[in-house]
């Protein structure tokens, strides 16, 4: 089993099988729905956050120099 994409977070796709979330209040949630009859993966959009600007979550580590650029013009958008 391949591990988690966590850049895939950036994109707003899921990290466990690459399918574009949806929003769903304050979740991002996978659409995708497993043998037990859940979402393949859910997280608030809070922690996504979180972990897309956490220098040592591998949602930041992963991700590609000009991701890392974008995120950062996104949050500082005057420098």
């Given at each position: 089993?391949?591990?988690?994409?966590?850049?895939?977070?950036?994109?707003?796709?899921?990290?466990?099988?690459?399918?574009?979330?949806?929003?769903s209040?304050?979740?991002?949630?996978?659409?995708?729905?497993?043998?037990?009859?859940?979402?393949?993966?859910?997280?608030?959009?809070?922690?996504?956050?979180?972990?897309?600007?956490?220098?040592?979550?591998?949602?930041?580590?992963?991700?590609?120099?000009?991701?890392?650029?974008?995120?950062?013009?996104?949050?500082?958008?005057?420098?």
């Amino acid at each position: 089993m391949m591990g988690k994409r966590w850049q895939n977070l950036f994109h707003q796709k899921c990290p466990n099988c690459g399918e574009q979330m949806e929003i769903s209040g304050k979740y991002f949630k996978c659409p995708v729905v497993n043998d037990e009859g859940m979402n393949c993966f859910f997280i608030s959009r809070e922690k996504a956050a979180q972990y897309l600007t956490d220098k040592t979550h591998p949602a930041y580590i992963n991700l590609t120099g000009e991701e890392k650029r974008t995120l950062e013009d996104q949050l500082h958008p005057f420098g």
